[in-house]
């Protein structure tokens, strides 16, 4: 084989955002269909929607459009998944959390705490004698700065969360949303004038 | 049980509410959908449910099998020769386990199930209990959807959703896990209300009319318009929208396995068989034809050779339920996406009445060539061992095209789908996806059942049919009637056949010994004969067809012969050979 063949041909970072029920081992059907193409998923943060009982998964994975269009489609055809869209960064805000743990009398001797604050837009979170919580929220390459500079410092525990990721283009997203769940409510509403409409499926 | 469950389920409104066990709420949830017979096994884990079926024994008709993968297969033939669901029990572990194959099977081949397994009770969930195993998850890749219930009251709704699932759409195999506290739990049943929605479901997408249109206009323009058609038009019951397309705008029509018999074989459009070992016309002229017309099919490998080099000259229709299966393998002009019931009316209206002859006649060359070739020496040869085509040939004599034939996988099953003539849907049943050895016995056992009134031949190499011959037990107690040809070469035949192809006629244990399988029927109660004289064949052929019930026929074939045509793997469909 070439080397060029063994380049990643075309490959980006896509966000894949689904909607879904809130149902046991779907969690599971998702990732598989990942695992199945031996695709590493990146980052996956998965939290209740603004609507109850419908969630939102947020899929971060570094694949070509086509390998990720059709990942898209078998994502859809779950019967658990509402809707499932995918966008290059360009099309999305996005952010990651980070939080640090650091000791404090390092900090407090060696480093002015305000300028590290200041230069990374941190904030402290928790400041106690023996350490400090910094967090700070952004893009990798900011909450992975702050590691730098935290580690000669006596970084104790570093963690960052998955990423949430808001679409630029998402006009009316939340409207269709509340839409769907008047027109079908979840589980949890039992009274409602729209029970009845069963013929409707949830469309973006 | 409870002291009565007669009609309780038809309108729960106004039903009142009676006592029942979470099993006889999942019988009569099964009663009113219809269900007639149940395949299964039973065992720790099931046992409640084993004994609510105790006393609706003559409503539900259980087969037992004789190993959980004989069950789901049973259950997979039932569910193509009668257009149902298919049901099966199992119990929880390894019987459980037992039904992955079939489950992967039924997955890729789209067939309609609805598997019930016990489970360990709910609070042992997660402790490595005697027969737990985590079915859900072990079956997650395989089913359409799966379920655990752990409580009674969870059972109405689950099976509901199960049923409408397995049944509506792309079809597909679903698996609810039944823990036995909520097989035993009483509970207040207020009737069964089948399932006919679900919000975050949608079987079918909606047909949008401008896609009609456009796959119209490519197909009135098209000089060389080329039908391939797959399981879809059987599944979505198109049979007679389909023909009625292809008969109005005079396409050449050729079919995957899994689609053969939803026109007649000799149906003059029929062009023949698709992919490594279909027919040599079709092969060719996908690279030939210039617009491409996929209706419910999937452009499996097998069907389409080197993808790089398959119909890059057409422009491609794609007809399928299944959003996802557009631009899967082959990327489309256009997707006609919706059920082909709904779409092929459409689009019969919106095309031009037309013959295409000179094209037509280009089939019927390459189809020559063919008979030359290597149909003729297959079906008809005048010496030495008899061949597997020929069986099939005298076959087609004797049933006229409207027994059901199951095949299992290799050789013989090419061969058979080759050959077999098929004059009704609903006929040929075999694993095509998966290419499960060990499919054709339980799965005849079960096509036979969904179609009482037919006659059922299973067609087994003397491979395949050492992987699921425990089922003859079934045979024999189920008292079924169906009809067994062994076709014995042996050897392991395809693969065998690629050792001589491509790895020299390296022969790395293909060559597989058989205990007498007359005396093995005979031991099961089931009448057979051995034949190796092809003047015996014919009277042998018509012996087992009339006989009363079951029979094994085994008939010993020529032991190196290869199926071709064949398109070599990696190959383009037109690199097909001939030998």
Known sequence: ?204 | MEATQQDVLTAPEEQEAIELSGSAALLEALIVEGVDTIFGYPGGAIMPIYDALYDYKEKLNHILVRHEQGGIHAGQGYARSSGKVGVVFATSGPGATNLVTGLADAQIDSTPLVCITGQVFAHLLGTDAFQETDVINITTPVTKWNFQVTDAEQIPEAIAKAFYIARTGRPGPVLIDITKNAQIQKFQFKGYQPCNHIRSYRPKPIVRPQFIEQAAQLINEAKKPFVLWGQGVILGSAEKEFQAFIEKAGIPSAWTIMGVGAIPTDHPLNVGMLGMHGNYGPNVMTNECDVLIAIGMRFDDRVTGRLDKYAKQAKVIHLDIDPAEIDKNVQTTVAVWGDCKETLPLLTQAVEEKQHTEWLQKFHEFAQRENEAVIDAELHPQTGEMTMGEVVDQLNQLTNGDAIVVTDVGQHQMVGCRYAKFNQTRSNITSGGLGTMGFALPAAIGAKFGALDRTVVAIIGDGGFQMTLQELGTIMQSGVNVKIIILNNRFLGMVRQWQELFNERRYSFVDIQSPDFVQVAKGYGIAGKCIKEREELQSSLQEMLEHQGSYLLEVFVTKENNVFPMVPQGCSVSEIRLK
Do not use: C
């Not at chain 1, 809707?83 to 939080?99: C, F, G, P, R, S």
């Open chain 1, 1 to 204: 084989m070439s080397t060029q063949e063994n380049m990643p041909q075309g490959k980006q970072e896509f966000n894949i955002t689904v909607y879904t029920e809130n149902q046991i081992g779907l969690l599971n059907r998702i990732a598989i269909i990942f695992t199945r193409r031996k695709i590493n998923i990146e980052s996956l943060n998965t939290s209740p929607s603004e609507i109850e009982s419908i969630y939102r998964f947020n899929i971060v994975v570094n694949e070509t459009e086509d390998v990720v269009r059709k990942v898209t489609r078998q994502i859809e055809k779950q019967i658990e998944v509402l809707k499932v869209y995918y966008h290059t960064n360009a099309d999305i805000i996005w952010q990651e959390m980070a939080l640090y743990k650091v000791p404090a009398d390092v900090i407090a001797e060696k480093a002015p705490v305000e300028r590290l604050l200041r230069e990374n837009g941190a904030r402290a979170v928790v400041i106690r004698k023996d350490y400090i919580v910094f967090e700070t929220t952004g893009h990798r390459e900011e909450t992975d700065n702050l590691i730098k500079v935290l580690q000669p410092y006596g970084l104790i525990e570093f963690v960052r969360s998955a990423r949430i990721a808001i679409i630029k283009d998402s006009e009316g997203f939340n409207r269709k949303l509340r839409e769907f769940e008047r027109e079908q409510p979840g589980e949890e509403v039992s009274e409602n004038e729209y029970l009845n409409q069963r013929d409707k499926v949830f469309t973006m």
